[in-house]
């Protein structure tokens, strides 16, 4: 099973990225009974072979381009493979992965400009860990430890995210029990970042109409255009006004790694809470997500408890206090923090960082090749890594249609993956560069294929108005 999978990831792109499951394939989950006698290992893995392996998602391919998902490494399979056979929990106690789970939230707060003394914890991903840190913003209001007694109650708290900002944080709004109304988007400016006087504006009406803002968060990559917001801005704002500082920093933070994108994100490291994923430009195996926070005992104040059953002692396996799951919702935890660590140290940080600059390096490419392309038409700049373009024809009435049918071609071929957003009202193409296997010669596959199915769809469409013309005449 290991030389097989070792096998795998060195020719993954001799393969289809994705391909459809089969129906039978498919039932023959839906359809399976609960197991009451066991198999042996050599049949499950035959199972496996044939019936999940070849129907991933796809994303260690290198044409696999349609969401910010990271390549994954042979390394970071093996470290899974230590880690499970460890078998630790990582809520808390005396142990030796909760040393370099520890060690992994200290370079990670080395790598952004925080503290020495920030805490952190690693999560399933930047959702996760967004909701931590807003969790943290609340707890840490005026009163507001009360609220993890008594709730929001009548307290009416309101935050700030740009438009663009993900779905996660409108979400961790809604499970706070602040409700997603009280989350502010802020129109954005023609760079799709947060706009300044717009913010500056609602906060003043909303201190106006009796509420209580008390958060703003910024974007380090947005998820549609992978911008960024003017974060030293923000700072100041925040600073001015009394607000907690969040950024999520999903993807786009790791940019700090890279020489030449790191002063694009000039005040990230005055954030108060920060949320990331390792398991996208670093390269973890899934699942790798952090967040930190600036100052110690914020994180305490929002999660610890004193419970009889998990008392912290002064030696034994009892001590080694504080204990992650003071730090998060999760008492039961995995030892992710092997995978960070044997990515971290086993490539260091120049390495990571010149993945990320071949990836924005190979967006400003595949932009220049749209830009250079007749019937393309670049949608946003690039900023980052993301660059979203649309085919423009003159003989089909429905672009959004083409547009999305020739998506899902590319993706049914098997060739490329790229995905779709809306971008100023119109379907885009998305072509997201994350995978350290992605190369200049797998960009030019992406528009050699568009243009062939491009091709063919307009075939269609002329045969299909030169039968209407018939039917009509």
Not at 337 to 366: H, P
């Amino acid at each position: 099973m290991l030389d097989a999978m070792l096998e795998s990831i060195r020719h993954v792109s001799q393969g289809p990225v994705w391909q459809p499951m089969p129906d039978t394939v498919r039932e023959s989950f839906r359809a399976a009974p609960l197991p009451v006698a066991g198999q042996e290992l050599e049949a499950l893995y035959q199972q496996f072979t044939a019936t999940v392996q070849p129907y991933a998602v796809g994303n260690r391919h290198p044409r696999f381009m349609g969401w910010v998902h990271g390549g994954g490494t042979a390394q970071g399979m093996l470290a899974e493979m230590l880690a499970a056979g460890l078998n630790a929990n990582l809520g808390g106690r005396d142990h030796a992965p909760v040393e370099v789970e520890r060690m992994v939230i200290r370079w990670a707060a080395d790598m952004f400009g925080f503290p020495p003394d920030a805490t952190g914890v690693l999560v399933t991903g930047s959702s996760m860990a967004n909701f931590i840190a807003i969790l943290t913003a609340t707890r840490n209001v005026a009163n507001g430890q009360a609220l993890r007694q008594q709730g929001v109650g009548g307290r009416k708290l309101v935050g700030y995210a740009g438009e663009s900002a993900h779905g996660c944080v409108a979400r961790a709004f809604d499970m706070a029990g602040l409700g997603e109304q009280a989350l502010r988007r802020v129109p954005l400016d023609s760079a799709f970042r947060m706009d300044i006087a717009a913010l500056t504006r609602m906060i003043a009406q909303d201190k106006a109409a009796g509420y209580e803002p008390f958060l703003v968060v910024g974007t380090a990559g947005t998820v549609d255009t992978g911008s960024i917001d003017p974060l030293n801005t923000l700072a100041d704002i925040a600073a001015q006004e009394g607000l907690w500082f969040h950024m999520d920093g999903a993807f786009g933070a790791l940019a700090r790694l890279a020489p030449d994108l790191a002063p694009l994100l000039a005040g990230l490291e005055r954030a108060d809470s920060l949320a990331f994923d390792f398991h996208k430009w670093a390269q973890v195996p899934y699942d790798a997500g952090c967040v930190l926070v600036r100052e110690p005992g914020r994180q305490a104040a929002a999660f610890a408890q004193s419970l009889a059953y998990l008392s912290r002692e002064d030696r034994g396996l009892a001590a080694g206090a504080p204990w992650f799951c003071d730090l998060g919702p999760d008492l039961s935890r995995g030892f992710r923090a092997l995978k960070v660590w044997f990515a971290l140290a086993g490539f260091g940080t120049q390495k990571l960082g010149d993945v990320v600059t071949q990836s924005c390096t190979l967006a400003r490419y595949l932009a220049q090749r749209v830009q250079d392309t007749p019937r393309l038409e670049l949608l946003a700049p690039v900023t980052l890594n993301i660059v979203c373009f649309r085919v423009v024809v003159p003989d089909v009435d429905d672009l959004d249609w083409l547009n999305g049918e020739l998506v899902k071609d590319m993706q049914v071929s098997g060739i490329v993956a790229p995905s779709t957003t809306r971008i100023g009202g119109v379907l885009a193409i998305r072509a997201a560069l994350v995978n350290h296997r992605t190369t200049e010669v797998d960009i030019n596959i992406l528009l050699e294929t568009l243009s062939s199915f491009l091709d063919v769809r307009l075939a269609q469409v002329q045969m299909i108005k030169a039968m209407e013309g018939v039917a009509g005449a």
